[in-house]
């Protein structure tokens, strides 16, 4: 089975940086993903790691260290779009393609 | 990428009752997955539904209560059998059609009454 944890929920000023931290304990690792979800709608794809270090993708950048089964995603120059919940999922092995999602992290963005 | 086709995405239903849910995707996938999303939770795997044999059901989540079909490479349907007002949730299906990221149905909301 798998544990992950992240935060539940995180404030942050418009323009700011937030930094939002999942940990998990998993068997037979494949894979990192985080999502995001706005209230209502499906979740969106983020990011992926599989690899240890950091990935960038515009204002966001996930990292990884499988070691510590510790990963961040972190969210710069905060926009008021930018407040949604944050998934953070894993992938094991030998579970087929499936996710295990943790509680997810909602993010509220201030002016 | 995948686009899914989810339906419905919404409904109010009375307690004892059953709704079926369907998902429809525009490419063949191997492995379709139900989720559900309770009020201000995280998504639940429910069951994983395999082309040509029965679904796998993750622990808590029985076939009598969620019956899947799955009669072929893009489409499945998930049935919430009896409903109780414990069932209101967002039910999701997704797909992993490149093995990397997982891609979402818009989900259904059901309300029970």
């Known amino acids: 089975g798998q544990n992950i944890d992240q935060p539940t929920e995180m404030t942050a000023t418009e323009g700011a940086i937030v930094q939002i931290n999942c940990t998990y304990q998993t068997s037979g690792f494949n894979g990192l993903f985080w999502y995001q979800q706005h209230a209502g709608e499906a979740p969106t794809f983020l990011s992926y790691?599989?690899?240890?270090g950091l990935e960038e993708k515009g204002r966001f950048s996930s990292f990884l260290s499988r070691s510590k089964g510790y990963s961040y995603l972190l969210l710069k120059e905060l926009q008021m779009k930018d407040s949604a919940s944050y998934l953070c999922?894993?992938?094991?092995?030998?579970?087929?393609?499936?996710?295990?999602f943790g509680g997810g992290t909602r993010v509220l963005v201030k002016p | 990428s995948a686009v899914i086709s989810q339906k419905p995405s919404r409904d109010i239903c009375q307690r004892g009752t059953s709704l079926t849910i369907q998902c429809q995707v525009d490419s063949q996938v191997t492995m379709m997955f139900w989720y559900r999303q309770q009020p201000g939770q995280s998504l639940t795997l429910i069951a994983t539904?395999?082309?040509?044999?029965?679904?796998?059901?993750e622990s808590g989540f029985v076939i009598d209560k969620f019956p899947i079909s799955r009669p072929n490479l893009t489409f499945s349907t998930l049935t919430v059998s009896n409903m109780s007002p414990e069932d209101s949730s967002i039910y999701l299906c997704?797909?992993?059609?490149?093995?990397?990221?997982?891609?979402f149905g818009q989900g259904t909301r059901l309300t029970v009454v």
């Open positions: 997704s797909v992993v059609p490149r093995g990397t990221e997982a891609f």
């Open positions: 539904a395999n082309q040509g044999s029965e679904a796998t059901y």
């Open positions: 999922a894993v992938r094991e092995r030998a579970a087929g393609n499936k996710l295990t």
């Open positions: 790691n599989v690899l240890d």
